[in-house]
């Protein structure tokens, strides 16, 4: 029976940053991966979705190429290619895959590819053969949350994780949810030619924004010809669409773009403690079984670059370096058009702690490189608490906020006040030059404002 310090059981953002981690600290390390390395994050997830959303915002862009000054473009002859599209994102997403494999024999890590089962606390088996471990990581990922669409033709319904393997785009479709991908999926969809409702049981989208940005969001699917319907589910069937409460929705697919719940190996002898449909954890990752840790989804933590933060702190920590993540300064992302990213504290967190702070805000329609890049809708806000100015909280709606988000994340964890960042020199004309100009507003000393 082979033996190993480490068996890491998924290949995602979590698994395979993990194993990197511990082959850098001479753990003898295998990877787990019944699929494809990368997870779903590389092969249908992350990746995919962004590719899409790409050549959508490209496609649009092109038909309004002659307020760029440019001519000769018929609109009406414009036509997305979606198998095209598709063969992007593969060539995208073959390239990193076989990044990821290359890292993992750079760095003498065992990849076995199968289904792991898990036996107990020590042990693993794939297919016949049996494993032993010093150290475990479960990093399995989740899946859409199964939804019961009683009396709805189950032809129409579609997982959101399956979604970029179709070999033609939808004409007409009704995404179920209101949260990041249902929103990103949403003006995709609709920016190449489809057409879109969406559906949620929330009175708002993606409902943990700031509430100037969700209400921001919700204009801007609406201004797309998006119809939402808030407090809303579906109700029945129809010919040629569904029912949401009394009104008919036309529809070729539904998209379950709902909550989900982590995907766990089977078990055998171990038993861990649940939180809800998720493992639960301390602040080193690991489970109630000492020995036996977790990261990404499987600990409701739906980002790939928490998932790859807290797989790292886990093999820190089982190689007795202790650190622990902040989860507060931890950046999110939002590939909406345009983009979102925050970090820290919202409004209505600050004002539900008892923080008085200030607030900075910064207009990308009078930014310069907004303006000759044609995207000028869209702020950055910065929050500061009032006695000393450090920063609280950054939320940016930007064509590149999740590039420039990361200027405010290390602002955050060096515990910067506002005062230095306006005092930071920015690169002009940049678009970043408006998180300086915010700062500039919460300083009490605004200057192109």
Partial sequence: MTTFDLIIIGGGPAGYVGAIRAGQLGMKTAVIEKASMGGMCLNWGCIPSKA?????????KVADA???G????????????WKKAAQRKDRIVMRLVKGVEYLMKKNGVEVINGEAKILDKEHVQVGETKYTCDKMLIATGSRPLRVEYKGIDQSKIMEIDGFFALEEKPECVLVDGGRINACEMALMLRYTGSKVTMVTESDSLIPFLDEEIRKFVMDKIKKAGITVYTKSEITKDAEDGVYVGDNFVECDVILNAKRRRAVLPEMGDLEL????????????????????????????QFFAQVA??????????????????DYDKLPVNIYTDPEIAYVGFTEEQLKQKGIDYKVGKFPLSVNGKAMIEGETEGFVKVLSETKYGEVMGVHIVAADATDMIAEAVMAMRLESTVDELARVVHAHPTTSET???????????????
Avoid: C, W
């Avoid at 473009?73 to 997305?80: G, P, R």
């Avoid at 998180?435 to 404002?449: G, L, N, T």
């Fill in 70 to 81: 440019i001519d000769g473009i018929d609109k009406k002859a414009l036509k997305f290619n």
């Fill in 52 to 60: 899409f959303i790409e050549s959508a915002k490209l496609f649009k």
């Fill in 66 to 68: 002659k307020s760029f």
């Fill in 273 to 300: 403690e649940m939180n809800g449909h998720f493992l639960k954890i301390n602040e080193y990752m690991q489970t109630s079984v000492p020995n036996v840790y977790a990261a990404g989804d499987v600990t409701k």
């Fill in 435 to 449: 998180f300086m100009e915010a700062s500039y507003v919460a300083a009490d000393r605004p200057v192109h404002i």
């Fill in 308 to 325: 790859s933060a807290q797989a790292r702190t886990a093999v820190n920590h089982m190689n007795d370096i202790k650190e622990t993540l």
